[in-house]
């Protein structure tokens, strides 16, 4: 049965074989934020664009201390294979581990099996994985989940610009608005009283008392 996961729940653990290896996947994660995202199949259109972006942008997430890791229902052997044709079709070279999921134990752990979609199964009938994406931070816990249809692919800029997110709210205790990027004003966070965001961030601007701007104290 599938665990109820929310956000600030801590991340299952599994063992599972993967591309580079069998992993403990508590280990995996160690003292990293780490990106989980699942993929309905090996050798399918979707899927295939969308690790090749995730692959070239994987040196953008280790900057940041972010490891990456894929998931698909099928074998580390077909896996192996597919990278091949991920290269050749995007030119992105994935190094990162992809879970071998054929008996979707993984899958129905994170609760990613299709339910909707009745036409997402295999030969067999057995329900593919959805396009799910769980954000971990270093303390086990869950902080983000996105969950896109079979049909619709992601966009990788957006995973790594919810990760800046993250990282700059955990560190400046601020949130940030709508289409946020790195370097723009951020949000004081409600909970901060005037007398503390005064020393925090001198410079923030009152819009309304429940909206105060600042910008960061390293592009101040």
Same mark, same amino acid.
């Given at each position: 049965?599938?665990?109820?996961?929310?956000?600030?729940?801590? %991340?299952? @653990?599994?063992?599972?074989?993967? &591309?580079?290896?069998? =992993?403990?996947?508590?280990? $995996? #994660?160690?003292?990293?934020?780490?990106?989980?995202?699942?993929?309905?199949?090996?050798?399918?259109?979707?899927?295939?664009?969308?690790?090749?972006?995730?692959?070239?942008?994987?040196?953008?997430?280790?900057?940041?201390?972010?490891?990456?890791?894929?998931?698909?229902?099928?074998?580390?052997?077909?896996?192996?294979?597919?990278?091949?044709?991920?290269?050749?079709?995007?030119?992105?070279?994935?190094?990162?581990?992809?879970?071998?999921?054929?008996?979707?134990?993984?899958?129905?752990?994170?609760?990613?099996?299709?339910?909707?979609? %009745?036409? @997402?199964?295999?030969?067999?009938? &057995?329900?593919?994985? =959805?396009?799910?994406?769980? $954000? #971990?931070?270093?303390?086990?816990?869950?902080?983000?989940?996105?969950?896109?249809?079979?049909?619709?692919?992601?966009?990788?800029?957006?995973?790594?610009?919810?990760?800046?997110?993250?990282?700059?709210?955990?560190?400046?205790?601020?949130?940030?608005?709508?289409?946020?990027?790195?370097?723009?004003?951020?949000?004081?966070?409600?909970?901060?009283?005037?007398?503390?965001?005064?020393?925090?961030?001198?410079?923030?601007?009152?819009?309304?008392?429940?909206?105060?701007?600042?910008?960061?104290?390293?592009?101040?």
């Amino acid at each position: 049965m599938a665990a109820v996961l929310r956000l600030g729940s801590e %991340a299952p @653990n599994f063992k599972a074989d993967t &591309t580079q290896g069998p =992993i403990d996947f508590h280990e $995996f #994660i160690g003292d990293n934020w780490v990106v989980f995202f699942s993929h309905p199949e090996d050798f399918t259109p979707v899927c295939t664009t969308e690790l090749g972006a995730f692959a070239k942008l994987q040196p953008d997430f280790t900057k940041r201390g972010v490891k990456l890791i894929g998931l698909s229902a099928n074998t580390v052997d077909s896996h192996h294979t597919w990278i091949s044709d991920i290269k050749e079709v995007t030119g992105g070279h994935v190094t990162f581990p992809i879970i071998g999921d054929k008996s979707r134990q993984v899958s129905l752990l994170y609760d990613m099996i299709d339910h909707q979609d %009745a036409t @997402n199964v295999d030969e067999k009938g &057995t329900a593919f994985t =959805i396009r799910s994406v769980f $954000f #971990i931070d270093p303390k086990k816990k869950i902080r983000t989940i996105l969950s896109y249809p079979a049909s619709t692919g992601r966009n990788a800029a957006e995973v790594l610009r919810i990760i800046d997110s993250l990282q700059t709210g955990d560190k400046y205790r601020v949130t940030t608005p709508i289409d946020w990027q790195p370097g723009q004003d951020v949000i004081v966070a409600p909970v901060i009283k005037d007398d503390e965001a005064r020393k925090l961030f001198p410079n923030f601007k009152t819009i309304k008392p429940y909206l105060r701007m600042t910008a960061l104290p390293e592009v101040s």
